[in-house]
């Protein structure tokens, strides 16, 4: 077993790489502009045996390890429930559904959440977030047994999303990519050969103002990192250092109509479906308000694997 936690921060002026070890940082030698140039100079195992200049971790501001040169590539409705909050038959669905987000919503892990003046609906998704170890230019077969030659670690990621931009006006990559809506980190988990199986087995929990809204495990994954990285071979170049976000589980805010009820919604005037749409949202107290505080965990039951805390407040324009 060789895991690793590691984070990019800020001290003195300066942007570094350490490992993170109970709350003390082992600074790595070098400086790495990007996630990229970080996974493909530093093996897994060289950084479990680092020693050196240490730091605490209060010492420091921490920083996305995810940087803003990275592609930002999400999977929508990748959990059984939540693909039936979500109005969808889980039987009847048969595809991977994939979008974008802008790099510019690319924040810290701790960072406050600005909810534009214009978003009426604002909700949250917890996600694991795959990062890339090699790059990928063509058609290739992902497996079980391969998967570490394309995984190198993993990151908590909130797709947060403003679903009366979203929804109504079916634009996936608008509603998701306001600037801070998609906090990555604290913590970068680089994993060894051995450790895969992780992937498979990690808690995910997500609260506001201390209550319980989403409590999942990847176990409960549609469409698994294999099968997407073997998909999205088939469609699109990736670096190292790029980020796959798996999808979100059940007990967000959203409430989507029955597909019973959209097959009545459909027969409707499109003006009047969508005022209908936001009238339901408009019940729907779940929804994030200013000075609401959402924080995101996702670890192993055996705590050899624990992401940190995502902790963002939600804030106005100013």
């Not at 990275?70 to 909050?85: K, L, S, T």
């Not at 029955?258 to 005022?275: F, G, V």
Request: hydrophobic share 40%; charged share 20%.
């Amino acid at each position: 077993m060789s895991v690793v936690h590691v984070v990019r921060f800020e001290f003195e002026n300066a942007i570094h790489w350490g490992v993170i070890r109970q709350g003390r940082i082992t600074l790595v030698p070098g400086a790495f502009a990007t996630t990229g140039d970080f996974i493909n100079n530093n093996r897994v195992e060289a950084l479990a045996r680092l020693q050196g200049q240490e730091l605490d971790e209060y010492e420091v501001k921490l920083l996305s390890p995810l940087t803003r040169n990275q592609q930002f590539v999400c999977q929508g409705a990748n959990y059984r429930q939540h693909m039936i909050e979500s109005g969808m038959d889980p039987d009847a669905k048969k595809y991977n559904m994939i979008f974008t987000k802008a790099t510019s919503c690319l924040v810290p892990a701790d960072s406050v959440l600005i909810k534009p003046k214009s978003v009426r609906f604002l909700d949250y998704e917890i996600e694991l977030g795959l990062v890339m170890k090699r790059a990928i230019t063509g058609a290739v077969s992902v497996t079980e047994a391969n998967l570490h030659e394309f995984i190198a670690g993993v990151v908590i990621v909130n797709d947060y999303s403003a679903r009366d931009v979203q929804i109504p006006q079916m634009q996936f990559y608008k509603g998701k990519s306001f600037r801070t809506f998609g906090p990555v980190g604290p913590y970068l988990c680089l994993l060894g050969p051995d450790d895969m199986h992780y992937l498979k087995a990690l808690n995910l929990r997500l609260t506001v103002n201390d209550e319980v809204r989403q409590s999942d495990s990847t176990a409960n994954l549609v469409y698994g990192p294999a099968e997407t990285l073997t998909e999205l071979s088939g469609v699109q170049d990736l670096a190292p250092g790029d980020l796959i976000a798996t999808g979100t589980p059940a007990g967000c805010a959203l409430s989507i109509p029955s597909p019973a009820k959209q097959r009545i919604a459909a027969l409707m005037p499109e003006a009047t479906k969508w005022k209908l749409f936001l009238k339901a949202q408009e019940g729907r107290t779940q929804y994030l308000k200013y000075g609401d505080v959402v924080e995101a965990r996702i670890r192993s039951a055996d705590g050899v694997i624990d992401l940190g805390v995502q902790r963002n407040r939600v804030v106005g324009e100013a």
